[in-house]
């Protein structure tokens, strides 16, 4: 690189001036001696700091104040410490936003997969149609094999609903949103512009970091705006009126069916809200789960219509899509409950539900109701919290409820969720049947303590158990006369709430007992452990009757689920055990006339795996104490769905088991006016050398009613599956 003459001159003249005072420096004589034989010139030692004289001049410098430059010069030696930058908390910041923003681009890869593969799935399924084929799309199709040289084929089971079904909407697919305006995109988010090119844009905004972190700025760190809620997109699956598959009077007819007594069961909705019109347009997954479950009310003992199958085939369709999809509806919760609740099996469901609920945060609704701090909400937003509020408490309550009734482990023990419940009461959108709500909450967490406390314990009864169970009960009457003064400002004593809460109350103290002496030898007990098996004898006794002598709960039971179904039938179990016991202490004949009845009310409501315990444990009775066989009771005609897989022929009698049940011992006309229950297919709770245990089984219904298990958790004629996991 050239210099300008002058810039040359200036630079001779300084580096001449800087040689000549080197030169008088070196003949300089600090004793004033001069002379030729002087000592070399003194070099100073580089420092690990230079003064700024020296710092400005690019001198070395001694380190020290004051250095010898500067008292050559008479020059002020000042040390002065630069301004540093903070090159960690500059690199901490930038590998955080470097750190969100992989795992952002993580998210958006995996969403492009699943969306890569809808596409190809519809791509399949238009060429097909374009091309005459309505089949499923070939990835779906099992390879053929081909036939062995014998001619045998073998038969593979296709897996349970996993192919989309044959119609236009044929994909389940999850459809991101598309909302246009971008003020809702924080600087800590992709925009979605970025998704045609996720690479270049993550790369680009990590330059513009990496370049904003190092640029010194005086101006005071940026406040960065309040993130808007994305709006929720619409809602991608049609319901099955828009598809064609039921007409809308038909639906609107399950509609009604629903709502005249499922919502009291299970407290989801409000009537006033979640109108015909409103379900429909907000979730298609709730609207098909209601009008399915209707369908099955409306059927009731006799054969399902086809409404049935087609809509259960849609919410379950819609279903099986959330398990790998992002969910974005609090109102999908709903729709898995729904399945779950009128399901025999609905642990799994209700479980994914749980966790669709945490993942959308309901389970601070109750909690964000609760502060006020003086924060204004619009209607919607308040709306939307009650309605996360009220999704959240069912929820808890029925997992908790599944849980204690199929001695399985709780999924969530979170109480402070539920601690503010009592709010939805006094809302101005409370909901008529909030009050159940707030009550099957209050029980179930009592009924929680209770389990937790009991169950350790293993049967193992001594004072301090019997206290215990007394200042149980004292718990449970206290809730119980709380709940009744709540039902009672807006319902007189013959109201249908009421008698369900009356008999929650009965059962929950059998329950208690049952939990407590859980393994004890009933006809070995002491007289405390007596009382307690009479106590809970006449709790069963109070529980039956208020099924069976209350008019309006005998017809709302058709719309029961099935833990208002196991209350009435463990209730008439454990009347029967206790009279195999002791017949002589009770009224067999009170009995037997109420567990008769029993029988004949679930056969009518479809709940036959129920009824059909029921008088098995009828039929063991009358052999036991020597009654008249038979039932005074209508004789059903048809037998119930998949009880003829536990009819065996006479003449395949397993000696080593007691006698089986004839068909007149059941109460049952059988067709063909042959056959018999084989005993082993009578749960081993139910069977003779069992009877003296009357507590709570530990995998509790399950070990107690009969295995009448279905394809998918729903009685009809579904294809069986295959049981590989």
């Not at 590998?95 to 699943?114: A, D, F």
């Not at 700025?217 to 064609?244: D, L, M, T, Y």
């Not at 350790?456 to 449970?476: E, K, S």
Request: net charge neutral; aromatic share 8%.
């Amino acid at each position: 690189m050239s210099l300008s003459p002058s810039a040359s001159a200036s630079n001779g003249s300084e580096t001449a001036s800087k040689r000549r005072r080197t030169n008088d420096m070196g003949r300089s004589d600090p004793d004033g001696h001069g002379g030729g034989n002087h000592p070399q010139a003194h070099i100073p030692k580089r420092g690990a700091r230079a003064c700024t004289a020296c710092r400005k001049g690019k001198n070395r410098c001694e380190g020290e104040a004051p250095c010898r430059r500067c008292q050559l010069s008479g020059t002020p030696c000042i040390f002065e410490k630069p301004e540093k930058k903070n090159p960690q908390a500059i690199a901490g910041a930038s590998v955080e936003r470097v750190s969100r923003l992989e795992g952002q681009y993580l998210v958006m890869q995996s969403h492009m997969i699943g969306m890569q593969s809808s596409l190809d799935r519809i791509l399949a399924v238009v060429q097909g149609q374009a091309g005459g084929s309505m089949g499923p799309p070939p990835i779906f199709t099992p390879p053929r094999m081909s036939p062995p040289p014998n001619g045998e084929r073998h038969r593979f089971p296709p897996l349970p609903g996993f192919a989309p079904p044959p119609h236009k909407y044929a994909t389940y697919g999850i459809v991101p949103s598309t909302a246009p305006s971008s003020d809702d995109e924080s600087e800590d988010t992709l925009p979605r512009a970025t998704l045609n090119a996720p690479i270049e844009a993550l790369q680009g905004l990590a330059n513009a970091a990496a370049e904003a972190a190092a640029a010194p700025s005086a101006q005071p760190p940026r406040v960065k705006k309040r993130k808007r809620a994305e709006p929720i997109p619409r809602n991608a699956f049609p319901h099955v009126v828009e598809k064609g598959l039921v007409a809308d009077s038909e639906a609107r007819e399950l509609y009604n069916i629903f709502f005249a007594g499922c919502h009291l069961f299970i407290p989801l909705f409000d009537p006033s809200y979640d109108t015909y019109e409103s379900l429909m347009e907000r979730t298609p997954w709730t609207f098909d789960a209601i009008l399915a479950i209707a369908g099955k009310i409306r059927s009731g003992s006799g054969p399902l219509s086809p409404t049935f199958y087609k809509c259960l085939e849609e919410a379950q369709g819609i279903a099986r899509s959330s398990l790998f999809g992002p969910v974005v509806r609090k109102e999908a919760v709903q729709g898995m409950l729904l399945l779950a609740a009128w399901s025999t099996n609905g642990w799994l469901p209700s479980g994914h539900a749980m966790r669709m609920a945490l993942d959308l945060g309901l389970h601070r609704a109750l909690e964000k109701l609760a502060d006020d701090a003086g924060k204004q909400r619009t209607e919607e937003e308040e709306r939307d919290l009650v309605v996360s509020a009220r999704i959240w408490l069912c929820l808890y309550w029925f997992d908790h409820q599944m849980s204690l009734g199929t001695g399985r482990p709780i999924v969530l023990r979170d109480e402070n969720s539920i601690r503010h419940c009592r709010l939805l009461l006094n809302h101005p959108m409370a909901s008529p049947t909030d009050v159940r709500l707030v009550a099957q909450v209050e029980l179930i967490a009592q009924k929680t303590q209770i389990y937790e406390t009991l169950a350790p314990l293993n049967g193992q009864v001594n004072h301090n158990t019997l206290a215990f169970i007394r200042r149980a009960n004292v718990a449970l009457d206290k809730w119980w006369q709380d709940c009744d003064d709540l039902h009672h400002q807006s319902m007189d004593e013959h109201s249908l709430l009421r008698k369900i809460l009356a008999g929650e109350l009965h059962y929950a103290k059998l329950w208690l007992v049952c939990v407590a002496l859980r393994g004890v030898a009933w006809d070995k007990m002491p007289f405390e452990q007596r009382e307690l098996a009479f106590q809970a004898k006449d709790a069963a006794f109070n529980c039956l009757s208020i099924f069976l002598t209350s008019s309006e709960y005998r017809a709302a039971l058709r719309y029961a689920v099935h833990d208002s179904l196991v209350t009435a039938a463990f209730s008439g179990l454990f009347l029967l055990k206790m009279a195999s016991l002791f017949p002589a202490e009770l009224d067999l004949g009170a009995i037997t006339t109420q567990v008769e009845q029993l029988a004949q009310l679930l056969s009518e409501v479809a709940a036959e795996r129920y009824a059909l315990t029921l008088r098995i444990m009828l039929a063991n009775l009358r052999r036991k104490v020597g009654l008249g066989s038979g039932i005074n009771t209508p004789i059903p005609t048809q037998p119930p769905p998949g009880f003829a897989e536990m009819v065996v022929s006479p003449t395949f009698v397993d000696p080593t088991m007691p006698p089986p049940f004839t068909m007149e011992e059941l109460g049952f006309l059988w067709p063909s006016g042959t056959g018999v229950v084989s005993p082993s297919a009578v749960p081993v709770w139910l069977q003779e050398q069992s009877l003296a245990d009357l507590g709570l089984p530990v995998n509790g219904s399950d070990g107690i009613f009969l295995n009448m298990q279905h394809t998918n958790g729903w009685t009809g004629d579904f294809v069986p599956g295959p049981e590989a996991w």
